[in-house]
């Protein structure tokens, strides 16, 4: 017999896991902030709340996915919020990128009110999130993760562990981020310069992702640079949202970020510039503009 | 009927080249600086010149893999240098790590001589060399890159070709020189915000290794810089000429690299520092040093 | 007749500041947080208020002199705070260095309590302030800055005007201190080239002193980072403090500042280093450690 | 009784420092690489010649005011350079803004032939050489070095000793225009900072002038970043010319200067874009360009 779990959050990458939850066998109660977004899930039975309070049961599971940190504020503690219904025992998935010290901070307020906050940032486009491709990393207290466990299954084709500490998955997604976001830069560069030269960029950036470079994120992100095609996905802003959480957490941790700062301010340069909708390795372009092309 | 190659440069990509190239049935003439490193060669029947054009048969093929610039200078152009002897449809394959700029003039004087330059840098490390694993770009005239071919395919696991301009396969050399700097930094200030978050370095860079930068330069370099553990392979004062060559080719393209600049000057201070002959993932302890640990 | 004033903030600047107001003939009414630092003035004769309303009269001046933006929201709005006794008519003289954006916010919340914000940030160390010698950014209504004209006529030797918005005598503020961060890294780096090179770091120091670079900066800073002797005036983690209020207006303004980003990069590692309350242009030292000295 | 000098070099600088050696009453013979430049000089009875050595007298005192080290390299080592002339106690004065290194080889040269190399660079655009109010910065032997002084006292308003090696004047000089093009940097950061705020950037800059940055460099690039109005004076492509100096002085002293590699990328930024013939504080247009102004 399954179980019914409360979700939040219907966004780009919101909407695809809870399809595969669905398809798993999931029954779920679901919130969105535009409720025009849950149309096409309601039409195939899944129930609609209209707040995230009336989707959490109490002593259940609700899983959120929402863009920043102050939403995911807004829907655990703001009024009607679901920390108020989880109660003991209940387990809150949070699958959101936000700041490892809110996350310490939501555990420490669910710790309170004897449930658990558990911490399951994604790695993943869009695209990854529909085929069931996530990467996960988690971390908090041991049962929940445990409870967490086969819904992450569900969702993803790996889950990483590491530990406790409901900030730590946390520091991972952002580091993971800012790994990706240095390879873009780094990749750009690098194909400037192959350009100036009179060398074909893909011919190039195919070479690398086939030889030293073959993973998904030369591969991916290496096309779309240099191609110059930039696919609606995760919009510049939001890169500049993740790159300020990065150099937040470094500012905590008492480190310069020196690559991190300068891919920040190139996204706030695309942002200044009016690119901050665009997907965004669009960034890579102001490589291009420096270099007076 | 194979023919006889003059093999000039014995290091620590040389040697294992050379070896193969053995293997592979070719008869060697060989000449390094240091003829000690020789010995072996020659115990196993392999012929020793004493200067680089004793190596060179008129009309036919000489390979170099030497340090820089200088000495590329040096065996090609000084005084018995390969050049003089080549001649008329003799072909010079060139595997060292050089400036795309003398790259170009070289090719230019050995046209003038009815001769061929075809630029053949390599991607991967001693022990990839020792397996007959490298990555090969080349460039140069068509005719002499068909006559490399064989001797390419008996040393590498793959041959990419970026067209006639002899510069353009050591730009690609440097490009990828470069991105492998910068995922080393990348990985670096990852892992030490990780660390300042008592997240296990290893985990984390096992897991980015394991998923989304699934490709040996995060896996292997990873684990170097996850471990703090450097292996002596390629000299932290390489590295830097290496970024200095890829900074003279972004000042002739007319075109700012930060993160060039920015590894060029780890590299530079850990030089300053007194590590200039660790192996050069070792800059990456100045990512440590910053951050107070 | 002289006006009878409320002074908040009794630190290394507040406190000369006062006594120049006393000097000047103006009767003060003060408040700090750790009481023992008014001891002298009490001895004096002046009054001591045991919070800040008690020193702020309805309808008159209150002069606020404090470490940062938590410290003035804390005087300014915290329980016992001076905004609720200033009531209409009254005028906030808030010399301390905040962010725009908080200055902005309590010039709103004055408003509407008829009273009204004056931003008046000082330029100046400490012997500066006991010698009248700051410079002053004013900004915030008319009519309020003409009431706090000759106090501030009392404390510095020249005041400067940048209009109604409350929040620009801020943003001059943080300029004039990032030109300053900006101006020590550089001498710092032109003196570890001179010094590396066998120049005596004071002597070619003196000469900018009294040519291009004529000016107390250059001029007070230089002999300091030339001689490597800091005393003690501002602490680090208070520059590293301005730095973050000036990237964060960065940030609201959307725009890179790469030298910020530095300067605040060697504050970071200067306080992950342990050197977090040496006097701030000991951030120099970093220079000549990158440097192997 | 005069000496006759040789002078070579009549550009921008050049000229108005022979006007006032004329003035001063020195007798001159003077070369430059376009004769026409000469033309006013002759019309006032002063001698031409046609290459270096013809304006260099045995045991005599020549000037030199030349674009680069390749220029200088030219009219003292090329055929007819100076130094085949030059001959026993013969002085050469290089005003020139050239390699710490290329002086150094230089002197060494002279010696050789038993002649003196003495450095004197100078700061000041041509407004100040015109009105005799250059800087000047000198090293070499102690006796060249007195028989300089005079001539330097007739072009400039001070003379700074740095000692016997020829490198340290060189040093000095790329140390000025090194902090000089950072201060431009810095001015146009805090510049963008205050008009995005809505401040005006002349009265912010015109502050700063009068008050903790009343120096020369402040006041004079100061106006011209805030008001954008950039007079013919040094070429963006000499200014990078000179970056590029610093950086392979720092590269040869074993320091990463983080300040010089950033301005460095803005002038070469600002080539790319088409603006190396613009007055060299224009590359600051740059830093509004980033901030999407």
């Known amino acids: 017999m399954t179980e019914r779990i409360g979700f939040i959050g219907l966004g780009s990458m919101g909407f695809p896991i809870a399809r595969n939850l669905l398809k798993a066998g999931y029954e779920l109660h ?28 109490a002593g259940g599971i609700v899983m959120t996915m929402v863009s920043d940190d102050t939403a995911l504020e807004q829907v655990t503690l703001g009024p009607d919020g679901l920390l108020e219904h989880l109660g003991p025992g209940g387990v809150h998935i949070s699958m959101s990128t936000v700041s490892p010290a809110l996350a310490r901070h939501l555990a420490d307020l669910h710790a309170e009110k004897d449930c658990s906050y558990v911490a399951a940032p994604v790695f993943g486009r869009p695209e990854a999130a529909e085929a069931q491709k996530l990467w996960i990393c988690v971390s908090g207290a041991g049962a929940a993760k445990e409870r967490a466990q086969p819904l992450l ?4 084709q790996g889950i990483y562990d590491f530990g406790e500490d409901p900030g730590n998955a946390n520091i991972v ?16 560069e690098a194909l400037t310069l192959a350009e100036k030269n009179g060398i074909d960029r893909c011919s190039m950036m195919s070479m690398f992702g086939q030889t030293s470079f073959s993973c998904p ?13 930039f696919t609606p996905g995760f919009q510049m802003r939001l890169g500049l949202k993740d790159l300020n959480l990065v150099l937040d957490a470094a500012e ?9 700062s300068l891919v920040h301010d190139r996204l706030l340069s695309g ?7 665009a997907d965004w390795p669009a960034f ?7 270099a007076g092309l």
Request: glycine share 8%.
């Open 30 to 57: 679901v919130y969105n902030r535009d409720p025009r977004k849950a149309e096409t899930l309601v039409a195939d039975g899944v129930r609609q709340g209209l707040h995230p309070a009336e989707v959490t049961e």
């Open 153 to 156: 299954q569900a969702i993803g």
């Open 173 to 188: 997604k952002l580091c993971g981020n800012f790994m990706i976001a240095s390879a873009m830069e780094a990749m750009a």
């Open 217 to 229: 994120i030369y591969q991916n992100y290496g096309k779309m640079i240099a191609e110059r095609r």
């Open 252 to 260: 905590d941790a008492k480190m310069p970020m020196p690559f991190a």
């Open 271 to 277: 942002i200044a510039k009016g690119k901050g909708t």
């Open 284 to 290: 890579t372009l102001l490589v291009s503009e420096d």
